[in-house]
């Protein structure tokens, strides 16, 4: 095997980059460009990015209809780094906490030639990141030596291979004896874990339930949400059922991340929902990969399962992955009057079942 990095360990060299500060480089057989993370920028950097070309600033549609500024490329929008502009500015593109206190003085000038592919690329390595999506882009340039150095086909994530780590025994308050399964992708992504409560047959349906982490959710009891209570009663279901599976997938915040979504619950506090809130912040309302939850079941030798949830899109995405959902169990628990408005709006707005 040669030593060269491949596709996945640039890609994951990449994000680790970008979180950093430094920046990359993006090439399509057309172009060459330079891309930083808005979120980690500082004035140095800048000042040697503006030395290569005419900075723009790459948002999603849904920051950019935040901000009043034209997304000519449909789902982006490139805007046109200013001459006397400099990090404070970027920052305030890309991070909704002042728009209301410190509202942004336009116009903001959309760029509408050329192409934006790359800054489509930069944009989903920002996201993939778990950076704020918004990103620098420098186009036209020379590769500078030493940068991390992806084509945009390489920033599509591909289906995440999970290896099998560790499984140990482990016996659980509600779910009684089981075993915690650890995988890692290898993409050198964060890892995910299944729990087996008793011995789950793999020649009939199993019940199972796909749980995105909330670590303020299943690990502080946040009354903003139904995680914790949703966690508990699945575990409490497999072990009345006298066996099951829990898919604990770190999708923390619907994929976004913590950091991100403590920008989200800030907003939330300004009147925004949850949907509301993600798009502000440039992010779809929903931004996880449920390939994942579909490729652990079949690595475990699941193929048919009775799923514990109450999101449509959950029992879709595990049937295109191969895995036949035979029945949806509705899992309706831990509703509080600070989570009513929450549960509402993904009712309303995501087509989850109440
Ligand atoms: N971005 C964002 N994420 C949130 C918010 N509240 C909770 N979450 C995240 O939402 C996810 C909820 O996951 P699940 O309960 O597995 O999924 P679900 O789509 O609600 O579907 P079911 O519970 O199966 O019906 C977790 O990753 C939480 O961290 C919020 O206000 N904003
Ligand atoms: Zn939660």
Redesign the pocket.
Same mark, same amino acid.
């Given at each position: 095997m040669s030593l060269t990095p491949g596709p996945l360990e640039r890609l994951n060299r990449a994000r680790a980059d970008l979180r950093v500060g430094l920046p990359v480089v993006l090439t399509d057989g057309a172009e060459v460009a330079l891309v930083a993370a808005a979120e980690t920028l500082d004035a140095d950097r800048l000042a040697a990015i503006r030395a290569l070309g005419q900075p723009v600033v790459a948002l999603t549609a849904h920051r950019a209809a935040t901000l009043k500024a034209r997304a000519y490329d449909g789902d982006l929008a490139r805007i046109l780094l200013p001459k006397g502009e400099g990090v404070a500015w970027i920052e305030a593109l890309a991070d909704p906490a002042d728009d209301l206190t410190h509202p942004m003085k336009g116009p903001l000038l959309s760029q509408r030639e050329g192409r934006a592919d790359l800054h489509r690329a930069a944009l989903r390595l920002v996201k993939s990141a778990q950076l704020l999506p918004a990103a620098l882009v420098v186009t036209g340039v020379t590769a500078p030596e030493g940068l991390t150095q992806l084509s945009a086909a390489e920033t599509a994530t591909p289906e995440t291979r999970l290896t099998p780590v560790i499984a140990a025994r482990l016996p659980m308050r509600l779910a009684g004896a089981g075993r915690l399964h650890v995988f890692r992708p290898e993409d050198g992504g964060i890892e995910h874990y299944a729990v087996e409560v008793g011995r789950p047959m793999r020649d009939t349906p199993v019940l199972a $339930?796909?749980?995105? %982490? +909330?670590? &303020?959710?299943d690990v502080l009891g946040s009354l903003? +949400?139904? +995680?914790g209570p949703?966690l508990h009663a699945a575990l409490s279901a497999m072990h009345e059922a006298g066996s099951g599976v829990l898919l604990y997938l770190n999708?923390?915040? $619907?994929?976004?991340g913590l950091a991100?979504?403590m920008r %989200?619950?800030s907003l939330?506090d300004q009147g925004f929902d &949850?949907v509301e %809130?993600?798009h502000r912040l440039g992010?779809e309302d929903?931004e $996880?990969d449920f390939r994942l939850g579909a490729e652990l079941l079949r690595k475990m030798g699941f193929s048919q399962v009775r799923l514990? &949830?109450?999101?449509p $899109?959950?029992v879709a995405m595990l049937q295109k992955g191969g895995i036949e959902v035979v029945a949806r169990v509705p899992?309706q628990v831990g509703l509080t009057d600070e989570n009513a408005a929450?549960l509402a709006t993904?009712a309303a707005k995501?087509g989850?079942l109440l």
């Amino acid at each position: 095997m040669s030593l060269t990095p491949g596709p996945l360990e640039r890609l994951n060299r990449a994000r680790a980059d970008l979180r950093v500060g430094l920046p990359v480089v993006l090439t399509d057989g057309a172009e060459v460009a330079l891309v930083a993370a808005a979120e980690t920028l500082d004035a140095d950097r800048l000042a040697a990015i503006r030395a290569l070309g005419q900075p723009v600033v790459a948002l999603t549609a849904h920051r950019a209809a935040t901000l009043k500024a034209r997304a000519y490329d449909g789902d982006l929008a490139r805007i046109l780094l200013p001459k006397g502009e400099g990090v404070a500015w970027i920052e305030a593109l890309a991070d909704p906490a002042d728009d209301l206190t410190h509202p942004m003085k336009g116009p903001l000038l959309s760029q509408r030639e050329g192409r934006a592919d790359l800054h489509r690329a930069a944009l989903r390595l920002v996201k993939s990141a778990q950076l704020l999506p918004a990103a620098l882009v420098v186009t036209g340039v020379t590769a500078p030596e030493g940068l991390t150095q992806l084509s945009a086909a390489e920033t599509a994530t591909p289906e995440t291979r999970l290896t099998p780590v560790i499984a140990a025994r482990l016996p659980m308050r509600l779910a009684g004896a089981g075993r915690l399964h650890v995988f890692r992708p290898e993409d050198g992504g964060i890892e995910h874990y299944a729990v087996e409560v008793g011995r789950p047959m793999r020649d009939t349906p199993v019940l199972a $339930r796909l749980h995105s %982490a +909330c670590f &303020t959710g299943d690990v502080l009891g946040s009354l903003k +949400c139904d +995680c914790g209570p949703q966690l508990h009663a699945a575990l409490s279901a497999m072990h009345e059922a006298g066996s099951g599976v829990l898919l604990y997938l770190n999708q923390e915040g $619907r994929g976004i991340g913590l950091a991100n979504k403590m920008r %989200a619950y800030s907003l939330q506090d300004q009147g925004f929902d &949850t949907v509301e %809130a993600n798009h502000r912040l440039g992010f779809e309302d929903d931004e $996880r990969d449920f390939r994942l939850g579909a490729e652990l079941l079949r690595k475990m030798g699941f193929s048919q399962v009775r799923l514990l &949830t109450n999101n449509p $899109r959950k029992v879709a995405m595990l049937q295109k992955g191969g895995i036949e959902v035979v029945a949806r169990v509705p899992l309706q628990v831990g509703l509080t009057d600070e989570n009513a408005a929450y549960l509402a709006t993904k009712a309303a707005k995501s087509g989850h079942l109440l």
